[in-house]
Every structure is written in C-alpha cells, then in structure tokens.
Nanobody, 117 residues
Framework: QVQLVESGGGLVQPGGSLRLSCAAS????????MGWYRRAPGKQRELVAT???????NYADAVKGRFTISRDNAKNTVYLQMNGLKPEDTAVYYC???????????WGQGTQVTVSS
C-alpha cells in the first residue's frame, strides 16, 4: 500500500503564493516520477508539472515561469511552489507518484487551491 498526504492548499489573493507538499509513505521502494495535476470546476484533470528521480522537470505552458516543482528523495516528498497565482489557477490539486519497480501510479486525495480577491 502507498499513501500520499497532500498539504498547503488554501485561499490566496491574485498575485499571491502557495507551496503544496505531498509526502509518500508505505511500500514505496524507489519513486520514478512525482507530479502535480489539477481539476478546475467543470474541466478535466490536467497536468501541472512532473519531476523525475533525476530531477528532470516538465511544466504545463499555463504555469511555466510561475510554478516550480521540486522533490526530496530522502523524504519521498514532492513540492509545488506557486507564485503569481491567478484566478484561473483555482482547482483541486492532486499529487501523483509512479513507482520505479512496478511503474504503478498512485494518487493523493487532492487539496483545494482558491485564488480570489
């Protein structure tokens, strides 16, 4: 079993910042890819950013230059630093990990981010 615990969501004004964290625990072994996805109201879930164990990163065009993904392999934790937040960033943000040995993926339960004045 793999458990993912997300934290750091909340309400922030436009232009503000938030930092999301996602800690993985359980029968993990090595984690290949860690990432963040989001689902805005009325829309499908979409990629925000991913990072490999070697720290190669990939970002959605909508967040490039504003969001930064990072990971701590020793803590099995992935972070998402979100700066310059916009109302269109409002969504439930989900953490996802892919294990190296099985290539199975696991999802967190999500954390709400609301950008509003």
């Amino acid at each position: 079993q793999v458990q993912l615990v997300e934290s750091g969501g909340g309400l922030v004004q436009p232009g503000g910042s938030l930092r999301l964290s996602c800690a993985a625990s359980g029968s993990i072994g090595s984690i290949y890819v860690m990432g963040w996805y989001r689902r805005a109201p009325g829309k499908q879930r979409e990629l925000v950013a991913t990072i490999t164990r070697g720290r190669s990163t990939n970002y959605a065009d909508a967040v490039k230059g504003r969001f930064t993904i990072s990971r701590d392999n020793a803590k099995n934790t992935v972070y998402l630093q979100m700066n310059g937040l916009k109302p269109e960033d409002t969504a439930v943000y989900y953490c996802k990990v892919v294990l190296s040995d099985t290539m199975m993926d696991y999802w967190g339960q999500g954390t709400q981010v609301t950008v509003s004045s």
